[in-house]
C-alpha cells in the first residue's frame, strides 16, 4: 500500500524537466539570429517555454530585417541544429534517481507534455527510460491541449483514475506550472538554465535541482495533503 505521506502518481513535464531541450532551442534560433547580424534575447525567446506557437521567430527576424526569408529552409536547419544538440543532453541531475524512487514505493508515473508523444518517445528510448512510465499525454502540436492549459493535465487525472491532490507535478516553467495548478496539482518547480530567470512563484515550491530528491522530500516540500 502507499505511504499516507507520498502521493499516488509523479507527473513529469518532458522538456526542459528530464531532458535539457531548452538550451538547445534557444540556442539554435539564438544560431540563425546571429547569421543574420541579430540579437534573439532570452527575454523574447522565454515566453515560448512550455507552450506552443507562442512565438514565430521566423516572423521575429523578418519583422527585424524588414523583408521575407526563406521560413521553411530556415525552420529545416534550426531543427537540424537542434537535433544535434539534444542528442548531446543526458537525463537532467536527479531525474533518474527519482523515477527509481517512485517505482520503489509503487507510485504511477507520467509524463505531461506540449510537445509531440512521438518526440518525447525517441528521446526516451534513446536514455534507455521508454519503460518506466505509466502513461505519455502529449499535446501532440494542438495549441488548444497544450499548456498553460491544464488539458493534458486533467486528462492524466482521468487516466490515472486519481484525484488531483493525489498527484505531484514536476516542471520547469512557468506555463508548465500554470497547467498543473490549473488542473488542482501541486507542483514542485525545478528550473534549468534557460527558465531560472522566469517567475516560478506560482509553483508550490522551487527548488535548484532534483539531485539527492526522494519523492517524500517533494511531498513534503510541496505541502501536499496526506491521504487518509
Known sequence: MT????PAAVLFDF???ILETEGPSYRSWQELF???????TLDAWSVTVGALNLVDPVAMLEEALGREVDGDG???RRMRRK?????EEALRPGVEQLIADARRHGLRLGIVTSASGDWVRR????LHLDEAWDLIVAADGDPERAKPAPVVYLEALELLEIAADDAIAIEDSPNGVRAAKAAGIPCVAVPNPITRRLDLSEADVVLDTLDG??????????GTIQRT
Open 3 to 6: 505511504r499516507p505521506d507520498l
Open 15 to 17: 522538456d526542459g524537466t
Open 34 to 40: 546571429d547569421e543574420h547580424g541579430l540579437e534573439l
Open 74 to 76: 530556415l525552420r529545416r
Open 83 to 87: 537535433l544535434e544538440l539534444v542528442a
Open 123 to 126: 528521446h526516451l528510448t534513446r
Open 213 to 222: 530528491a526522494g519523492v517524500a522530500d517533494l511531498a513534503a516540500a510541496a
